[in-house]
């Protein structure tokens, strides 16, 4: 694989740096990197200023409700050779807390308050966790998963009868066309109207 | 002795023609609908023939679009930007999401049905409505306007308690003006 060669340089340098890194190269341009908790900031430090991802391009987090972790991802692009670097770490999801990153980039201070307001998780050392978008938000944030919008919505707002014998889309598409919904999306299928 | 009933019926006739004929629109956009108003308003379409055309300010304008979603956030600016509105004043409801939160009604944050936080004298179905079918929407506005039918705002003070239960079940930290209408 000739294309991928600037991929599995950036990926040895890490692994050379990081022992306990899991680096794996995705494709073209995308290096995945597991980290332990801990690492994160020294990873971002070493990237920053040794390899040249000056950019932070977002910062996510996914909610692993059946492994009671929170996934955060940082994600890090290179201006010179365009590669961009994931870096992932798990956290404790019952209480969820993580170093904040404002002082390696400025914008990290967004992505952390959003988060905040989302998932719930403080980040310690962020300046600015204040109210982000959500105004007087009160109960579990509602990006998590264990949150029930379904239920939150009727409960606040009113519903407008009329809705009763309004059909899923995905249920009624499979039954006109005679296929089977498979057994990962049946969980998201089937909803209580 | 002039008949007292009659001379009110002239002038109601000739407040409502004036009226029905310049519906100003406050330009306030409140969700994705808001991009279906500029067609509407220019060339093609051309509103101003009914005498429909945006305000700059609440306090100049007759008629209050809510163009589609409202988060709840966003409820709390329309309602302070509706109490600064003078009377007579018109609230037109936009797309499928103000009258049964359209695509949104499982959302957490966009509220449901619009009547029950603000007086609506017109609804507009569909998801987005066309500018034809903004355009009859108006029209229905405006035979309300000359039936004398479009109350809303009297509506809203006269029920103004209950329209307020509403409003802070949903905004539970209060803490906007109250306007000497």
């Known amino acids: 694989m000739e294309e991928l060669k600037i991929e599995k340089e950036i990926a040895e340098e890490i692994s050379k740096t990081f022992h306990s890194a899991e680096v794996t190269v995705k494709r073209e341009k995308r290096v995945v990197v597991k980290l332990r908790d801990?690492?994160?900031?020294?990873?971002?430090?070493?990237?920053?200023?040794?390899?040249?991802?000056?950019?932070?391009?977002?910062?996510?987090?996914?909610?692993?409700?059946?492994?009671?972790?929170?996934?955060?991802?940082?994600?890090?692009?290179?201006?010179?050779?365009?590669?961009?670097?994931?870096?992932?770490?798990?956290?404790?999801?019952?209480?969820?807390?993580?170093?904040?990153?404002?002082?390696?980039?400025?914008?990290?201070?967004?992505?952390?308050?959003?988060?905040?307001?989302?998932?719930?998780?403080?980040?310690?050392?962020?300046?600015?966790?204040?109210?982000?978008?959500?105004?007087?938000?009160?109960?579990?944030?509602?990006?998590?998963?264990?949150?029930?919008?379904?239920?939150?919505?009727?409960?606040?707002?009113?519903?407008?009868?009329?809705?009763?014998?309004?059909?899923?889309?995905?249920?009624?598409?499979?039954?006109?066309?005679?296929?089977?919904?498979?057994?990962?999306?049946?969980?998201?299928?089937?909803?209580?109207? | 002795m002039y008949n007292d009933k009659d001379a009110k019926k002239i002038v109601d006739i000739i407040q409502s023609y004036a009226r029905k004929h310049s519906l100003w629109v406050v330009a306030y956009g409140t969700g994705c609908g808001a991009i279906e108003i500029p067609p509407t308003m220019t060339s093609r379409y051309d509103a101003e023939r009914f005498g429909i055309r945006g305000s700059a300010t609440p306090r100049q304008a007759d008629v209050l679009l809510i163009t589609g979603y409202l988060a709840v956030k966003t409820l709390k600016r329309v309602i302070r930007t509706y109490e600064q509105m003078q009377a007579p004043k018109f609230v037109m409801g936009f797309g499928s999401c103000t009258i049964n939160g359209g695509m949104y009604w499982d959302s957490y944050n966009t509220i449901n049905a619009l009547d029950r936080y603000l007086p609506v004298d017109v609804f507009i179905n569909g998801c987005m409505p066309r500018p034809e079918a903004v355009i009859s929407g108006f029209i229905k506005l405006q035979q309300l306007i000359s039936e004398g039918k479009a109350e809303g705002a009297e509506k809203y003070l006269k029920n103004l308690e209950w329209y307020r239960e509403n409003q802070n079940k949903v905004i539970p930290n209060w803490n906007m003006p109250d306007y000497n209408w």
């Not at chain 1, 719930?120 to 600015?128: A, D, L, Q, S």
Request: glycine share 4%.
């Open chain 1, 38 to 193: 801990d690492l994160i900031t020294p990873f971002l430090s070493y990237a920053k200023n040794n390899m040249n991802f000056i950019h932070l391009a977002h910062i996510s987090c996914v909610d692993w409700l059946e492994d009671n972790k929170f996934e955060l991802i940082y994600s890090l692009l290179n201006y010179d050779n365009k590669v961009m670097i994931l870096a992932k770490t798990y956290i404790d999801r019952e209480n969820p807390e993580f170093v904040s990153h404002t002082n390696y980039w400025d914008q990290a201070e967004t992505y952390e308050r959003e988060m905040r307001e989302m998932y719930g998780i403080n980040f310690k050392g962020n300046k600015r966790l204040t109210e982000f978008i959500l105004e007087d938000w009160q109960g579990i944030p509602p990006m998590r998963r264990d949150f029930d919008t379904v239920k939150f919505s009727q409960d606040t707002f009113y519903n407008r009868p009329g809705r009763e014998n309004a059909q899923d889309v995905r249920t009624t598409v499979t039954k006109k066309s005679g296929e089977e919904i498979p057994e990962i999306g049946k969980d998201y299928t089937v909803r209580n109207l």
